[in-house]
């Protein structure tokens, strides 16, 4: 095999052996989806589209893996009778790679992942959350598990706040814990995205992630960009983020932050184009430089 490109890892990069710094954990979830199918498909599809990704970050001057080992892991087995069994499935698969000691990115799948992620995460961490959708429902269609109601079940298991940026469809019950619950730091895609505050409020929005205290883990559903960016992605919502948003929160983040793991999730292969998959690789790319960034 080609020295310089190895089929089927990241980028395309391959693995010289040896402690990992970044691990590309896949976890091809979709048990709960309510819309727009396929998320099951997601982490494979991001894989192969991240082999035509430009390697050279600005935060690095250099190309990745910049002197690091980026490894591509074997994917989440899916085993599992129970929604419950799998989460504890995807627990346990989480704590392995927490355990590695290489910082995970965890490629979904639906965003109904993180509650099983933070299962086996080995600290109480902040989630800064990109997404259309608050995720902080009760419940839907009468699973309190699913998807729609991810951020709510990770605070249950144990998250020690979120702040979500992006958000812009949500239902009454979610906007009242938005405005009564202390740990939840929500800032809207219409006050972001406005002619007229969009400066001052995406300002706030950075101050407001700069200031987190204690390990973080980032959350990226790609739907919290706008939907002509990933048509493809399970709940494509108009008025959303930019990507270059996107690219600063993450810049942002990992600049200030005990950053300690990741997400990419709600990746959905795009067939006429692979706009979507690609966005998603270039997302979870830039968390990879902008970690061993601060590693420096």
């Avoid at 980026?70 to 009778?81: L, N, Q, S, V």
């Avoid at 399970?234 to 942002?252: A, Q, R, S, Y």
């Amino acid at each position: 095999m080609d020295e310089q490109f190895a089929e089927g890892n990241f980028l395309g990069l391959p693995d010289p052996g040896g402690p990992a710094d970044v691990v590309i954990a896949s976890v091809p979830y979709e048990l709960t989806t309510s819309y727009g199918q396929g998320t099951s498909e997601g982490p494979a599809a991001c894989i192969e589209a991240s082999a035509q990704v430009e390697l050279y970050d600005i935060l690095l001057d250099e190309e990745l893996p910049a002197g690091r080992v980026i490894r591509t892991a074997e994917p989440w087995d899916g085993e599992g009778a129970t929604l419950q069994e799998q989460l504890d499935g995807i627990g346990k698969y989480a704590s392995e790679h927490y355990q590695s000691e290489a910082f995970p990115i965890f490629l979904g799948g639906e965003h109904g992942i993180l509650p099983g992620i933070l299962r086996g995460c080995p600290e109480k961490v902040t989630l800064v959350q990109i997404d259309a959708h608050a995720d902080l429902r009760d419940e839907l269609d009468g699973e309190p598990y699913s998807h729609a109601c991810a951020i709510a079940r990770s605070l249950d298991e144990g998250a020690l706040a979120v702040h979500q940026v992006g958000i812009r469809a949500y239902c009454r019950q979610e906007a009242t814990l938005i405005d009564n619950d202390e740990r939840i730091h929500t800032w809207f895609a219409r006050d972001i995205m406005s002619p007229c505050t969009g400066a001052k409020s995406w300002s706030g929005w950075l101050e407001s992630i700069k200031n987190i205290d204690g390990p973080v883990h980032l959350t990226v559903d790609i739907d919290g960009l706008d939907g002509s960016l990933v048509p493809a992605t399970g709940t494509p919502v108009p008025g959303g983020l930019t990507f270059w948003h996107v690219v600063e929160t993450i810049e942002t983040v990992f600049a200030n932050c005990n950053v300690i793991s990741a997400d990419v999730n709600e990746i959905v292969p795009q067939e006429d184009t692979p706009l979507t998959q690609f966005t998603a690789a270039m997302i979870a790319t830039k968390i990879a430089a902008a970690h061993i960034a601060a590693l420096r």
